[in-house]
């Protein structure tokens, strides 16, 4: 039982993790693109 609570913490950490990464690789996309200008 506290197994798959575990579990699930790090999957919604891991979650949140690779969200962050897109969310920055977005704003880093964004300004290369801003400057290109």
């Keep these: ?3 798959s ?3 699930c913490v790090l ?3 891991l979650r ?3 969200e962050k990464e ?3 690789r977005g704003i ?3 300004r290369t693109w801003w400057n290109a200008w």
């Design 28 to 30: 880093l996309l964004v």
């Design 1 to 3: 039982m506290v197994r």
């Design 11 to 13: 999957l919604m950490f």
């Design 22 to 24: 897109r969310f920055w």
């Design 16 to 18: 949140g993790v690779l």
């Design 5 to 7: 609570g575990v579990l």
